[in-house]
């Protein structure tokens, strides 16, 4: 059996990072397996939808790096469009199949037009929750007759067509995360499948387009383990054999509580925005819910694809922190590639008036862009601070003081510092070697401040906290003898003539 899994999103808007995570593991799944990891479009709630939702869940899980083999897809040019042979793969183009799956369950009295008003409802299941009862449909539209129907279709009576569970009989079916479970149809209700617009439900569109598509395997939140006994139902009813089912513990926050959009950061697109590198969100969700046999953390895709099993993930729910995902997006950044950060921060320093754009790149989705030189000395200043921060939005932190000729101390304790009685002697010598250097290279810097500590005694603290007070304004930051390279000779030497008229 060729392994095929979906991941089937309701274009309602952002990205939640409960469904990258439902997204990520199908497709390591597939991967894993060798199988075909599928991207379907459930779009039948029509007063849900919002407008280039699509074509930003799609550029989000581009983004991460999940994309689909088969299903809605990107093209090259950023258009939504499908490819694969089991298509449409946007429900609201499947209605005549729909169509034609709801009559055979009609005609087989397998369900049954229900013409009852949303008042009646509302009275019923008040009266149910009175009684203490659990509220469900009451079946009061189950037995009229054919000519009782279309009586009321000829008069042009609203009406959904719903599924009729049978009295008193054992759903069963095997959860690969929960074991075997089972559900009697007395604590069920008739699951409505076609709505009065005319668009089928989520289960009922769910089971047929998971049998057309030949799905094998269903993963997906553990918010559907209450469904599920309905579309097996559904499967049985049609005679269809059922997939296998996976569902997912929910992802909490750190009180333990669902994550949600009120507790801050939940969409890819809010950690797109903040500067985390794709890789490193896709390492820590892949984390959230599942552990590896050997509780490695930091992990690249292949090695996900690799390791990625079913029987590892927790029936409990997991925990995101955010702070645990900056200390594995830290371990990225150290790694990543200077270039790549550079353009990551331009947008950062250019909020902060740090740079001037010249416009925007067309190519790349937007961005601002800078003069090649500003360019340059963006990658230099990267290089040296990217140990010291865990994501690209904290850049503002120390960029600062690659900027500007005239010193900002950042607090009374390093005017202190600067007020001290050996820092003009500091000064001094640093702004004369400074000025003598014929290389000004880390390497050359660490000489620098070698030689004044063995020529004038100034060593430890006072000499690299003063240093770096006269350089930067701050009692602490990224390693001297680098910012030095970056600052550059001229810079540094008016950093230091600007940092001693303030003395006093």
Same mark, same amino acid.
């Given at each position: 059996?060729?392994?095929?899994?979906?991941?089937?999103?309701?274009?309602?808007?952002?990205?939640?990072?409960g469904?990258?995570?439902?997204?990520?593991?199908?497709?390591?799944?597939?991967?894993?397996?060798?199988?075909?990891?599928?991207?379907?479009?459930?779009?039948? %709630?029509?007063?849900?939808?919002? %407008?280039?939702?699509?074509?930003?869940?799609?550029?989000?899980?581009r983004?991460?790096?999940?994309?689909?083999?088969e299903?809605?897809?990107?093209?090259?040019?950023?258009?939504?469009?499908?490819?694969?042979?089991?298509?449409?793969?946007?429900?609201?183009?499947?209605? %005549?199949?729909?169509?034609?799956?709801?009559?055979?369950?009609?005609?087989?009295g397998?369900?049954?037009?229900?013409?009852?008003?949303?008042?009646?409802?509302?009275?019923?299941?008040?009266?149910?929750?009175?009684?203490?009862?659990?509220?469900?449909?009451?079946?009061?539209?189950?037995?009229?007759?054919?000519?009782?129907?279309?009586?009321?279709?000829?008069?042009?009576?609203?009406?959904?067509?719903?599924?009729?569970?049978?009295?008193?009989?054992?759903?069963?079916?095997?959860?690969?995360?929960?074991?075997?479970?089972?559900?009697?149809?007395?604590?069920?209700?008739?699951q409505?499948l076609?709505?009065?617009?005319?668009?089928?439900?989520?289960?009922?569109?769910?089971?047929?387009?998971?049998?057309?598509?030949?799905?094998?395997?269903?993963?997906r939140?553990?918010?559907?383990?209450?469904?599920?006994?309905k579309?097996?139902? @559904?499967?049985?009813?049609?005679?269809?054999?059922?997939p296998?089912?996976?569902?997912?513990?929910?992802?909490?926050?750190?009180?333990?509580?669902?994550?949600?959009?009120?507790?801050?950061? $939940?969409?890819?697109?809010?950690?797109?925005?903040?500067?985390?590198i794709?890789?490193?969100?896709?390492?820590?969700?892949?984390?959230?819910?599942?552990?590896?046999?050997?509780?490695?953390?930091?992990f690249?895709?292949?090695?996900?694809?690799?390791?990625?099993?079913?029987?590892?993930?927790?029936?409990?729910g997991?925990?995101?922190?955010?702070?645990?995902?900056?200390?594995?997006?830290?371990?990225?950044?150290?790694?990543? &590639?200077?270039?790549?950060?550079?353009?990551?921060?331009?947008?950062?320093l250019?909020?902060?008036?740090?740079?001037?754009t010249?416009?925007?790149?067309e190519?790349? &989705?937007?961005?601002?862009?800078?003069?090649?030189? &500003?360019?340059?000395?963006?990658?230099?200043?990267?290089? $040296?601070?990217k140990?010291?921060?865990?994501?690209?939005?904290?850049?503002?932190?120390?960029?600062?003081?690659?900027?500007?000729e005239?010193?900002?101390?950042?607090?009374?304790?390093?005017?202190?510092? @600067?007020?001290?009685?050996?820092?003009?002697?500091?000064?001094?010598?640093?702004k004369d070697?400074?000025?003598?250097?014929?290389?000004?290279?880390s390497?050359?810097?660490?000489?620098i401040?070698?030689?004044?500590?063995?020529?004038h005694?100034?060593?430890?603290?006072?000499?690299f906290?003063?240093?770096?007070?006269?350089?930067?304004?701050?009692?602490?930051?990224?390693?001297?003898?680098?910012t030095?390279?970056?600052?550059?000779?001229?810079?540094? $030497?008016?950093?230091?003539?600007?940092?001693?008229?303030q003395?006093?």
């Open positions: 059996m060729s392994v095929r899994v979906r991941f089937a999103p309701s274009p309602t808007g952002f990205v939640h990072i469904s990258l995570r439902t997204a990520l593991y199908n497709y390591l799944f597939a991967k894993r397996n060798g199988g075909t990891y599928v991207l379907r479009v459930e779009d039948t %709630d029509r007063t849900r939808l919002v %407008d280039g939702a699509i074509e930003n869940m799609l550029q989000a899980m983004w991460a790096g999940v994309e689909s083999d299903g809605v897809v990107l093209d090259k040019d950023g258009n939504v469009t499908q490819k694969g042979e089991f298509g449409p793969y946007i429900q609201s183009e499947r209605l %005549d199949i729909y169509k034609e799956h709801i009559q055979t369950l009609l005609d087989e397998k369900a049954y037009h229900c013409f009852c008003s949303k008042e009646r409802l509302d009275q019923v299941r008040e009266e149910q929750k009175a009684k203490g009862l659990t509220p469900k449909y009451d079946g009061h539209c189950r037995h009229l007759s054919k000519e009782e129907v279309q009586k009321k279709i000829d008069a042009g009576e609203s009406y959904v067509i719903r599924l009729k569970l049978p009295e008193n009989y054992v759903i069963k079916f095997h959860d690969l995360v929960r074991g075997d479970m089972e559900f009697n149809t007395d604590d069920q209700d008739d409505v076609i709505k009065a617009d005319g668009f089928p439900t989520y289960h009922f569109a769910v089971v047929v387009d998971d049998h057309l598509m030949k799905i094998t395997h269903i993963i939140g553990e918010e559907w383990v209450s469904s599920t006994p579309h097996v139902y @559904l499967y049985e009813a049609f005679g269809w054999d059922k296998e089912f996976v569902h997912l513990p929910n992802i909490l926050n750190t009180e333990k509580k669902k994550l949600s959009k009120r507790h801050g950061d $939940v969409a890819v697109e809010d950690f797109k925005r903040k500067g985390y794709p890789e490193a969100l896709v390492n820590y969700v892949a984390l959230v819910g599942w552990s590896p046999e050997d509780n490695q953390e930091i690249s895709m292949k090695e996900l694809d690799e390791k990625f099993s079913i029987e590892r993930v927790s029936k409990s997991g925990v995101f922190d955010v702070e645990k995902l900056k200390w594995v997006n830290q371990h990225y950044m150290k790694d990543a &590639d200077d270039e790549y950060l550079a353009k990551a921060a331009i947008p950062y250019v909020d902060a008036g740090l740079v001037d010249i416009g925007v790149n190519g790349s &989705d937007g961005e601002a862009e800078v003069k090649d030189e &500003d360019f340059e000395y963006i990658k230099k200043m990267i290089h $040296v601070i140990n010291k921060i865990q994501v690209i939005d904290e850049i503002n932190d120390l960029a600062p003081i690659f900027f500007g005239e010193l900002k101390l950042e607090s009374e304790d390093a005017r202190e510092f @600067l007020n001290m009685e050996h820092i003009p002697l500091l000064a001094q010598a640093l070697k400074i000025e003598q250097a014929e290389q000004f290279n390497e050359n810097n660490q000489k401040l070698k030689s004044i500590q063995k020529e005694g100034i060593k430890g603290k006072n000499l906290m003063g240093t770096r007070v006269l350089l930067t304004g701050m009692m602490h930051g990224p390693e001297i003898p680098d030095m390279e970056v600052l550059g000779k001229e810079l540094c $030497v008016k950093r230091i003539e600007s940092a001693i008229s003395r006093g």
